[in-house]
């Protein structure tokens, strides 16, 4: 009976062998080896005393602080009892199961942040115009000092004024959408801002409180160094490009620079909210400023 369980035994540890599980859950030298060397169980099994008897191991194991096995141990025990843990067997398995890690973000220019924050710190309590007696917050912009994109559009709306950041609502899920596309990240690879710095209480756009903040826009983009600028809408894009027309149409041909960027205007997204037929026309552009900043 004996030899037919370690024939049975032999047999299943060969197949476990045969399909790679020998080298992950046996060490070298293992019980299994001796059993497979074996045969099977056609002498004495190798793994049990061959000297001094029962009471002479039992000695010996004591001496060694060893603790004697169980009352009618099976092989199977004796296999479990040399096996490694998991976490000795194949350190690369382990590695293998492991999530990849994260791509590491490119260095931030420490240098070039402490810039835009000084700058801040300078414009956040601007009254240089009547502008900054009905605003709730002056708009400074928000996104990277190390943007490869400098995206740009009029004024701050009333959701823009009151969190003090530009593009929420609408306009800015639309510019999130237009992001995703172009695989561009709104916190790591643009810098987003307004000409306008602050919402009038009056009108969305004042041209002469535009140009007031112009010298904020300036420094920004001296200080961020972006390889583009995407203008949003006909009014910012005649101002920065001193268009007195401002046909949006005719600012969409050709090639545009300001402070030695290049820059690409195309229509204002909540024209584009409103007409959705012009989101073909405005892919065309953001395909130019795709070109540019890769």
């Known amino acids: ?50 000297d001094g008897g029962d009471a002479a191991v039992v000695s010996r194991r004591a001496k060694a602080g060893e603790k004697p096995p169980a009352v009618g141990a099976s092989a199977g025990s004796k296999l479990a009892a040399r096996m490694k843990p998991i976490d000795e067997l194949d350190p690369g398995m382990l590695e293998r199961k492991r999530p990849p890690a994260p791509a590491q973000a490119a260095p931030v ?21 009547p502008m900054s007696s009905s ?59 307004y000409l306008q710095k602050c919402k009038s209480a009056d009108a969305e756009f004042i041209r002469g409180c535009a140009e007031v903040c112009r010298s904020i826009l300036d420094r920004q983009i001296s200080i961020i160094e972006p390889k583009a600028v995407l203008v949003f809408g006909e009014s910012a894009a005649g101002v920065l490009l001193g268009d007195d027309r401002g046909e949006i149409e005719r600012m969409r041909m050709g090639d545009h620079s300001y402070m030695g960027v290049p820059v ?29 900043i890769r």
């Not at 996104?143 to 929420?168: I, K, M, N, T, Y």
Request: charged share 25%; hydrophobic share 45%.
């Open 1 to 50: 009976m004996a030899d037919n369980v370690y024939s049975l035994l032999a047999g299943w540890l060969r197949y476990q062998r045969d399909i790679g599980v020998d080298g992950l859950v046996f060490g070298h030298g293992s019980a299994l080896g001796e059993i497979l060397a074996g045969g099977g169980r056609s002498g004495p099994y190798k793994g049990a005393p061959a």
């Open 109 to 129: 220019n420490s240098a070039r942040r402490e810039r835009l924050a000084g700058l801040y710190r300078e414009v956040i309590g601007c009254e240089k115009c």
């Open 264 to 292: 690409v205007a195309t229509y204002g997204l909540q024209l584009m909210i409103k007409d959705t037929s012009l989101r073909r026309g405005a892919w065309r552009d953001i395909e130019k400023v795709l070109s540019i």
């Open 135 to 193: 605003r709730a917050k002056l708009v400074f912009g928000a996104g990277s000092a190390d943007g490869r994109l400098f995206v740009l559009a009029d004024a701050p709306s009333a959701a823009d004024d009151v969190a003090g950041l530009p593009f929420q609502g609408e306009a800015g899920a639309l510019l999130d959408s237009i992001l995703g596309k172009m695989k561009v990240d709104r916190k790591s690879g643009i810098f987003a801002t």
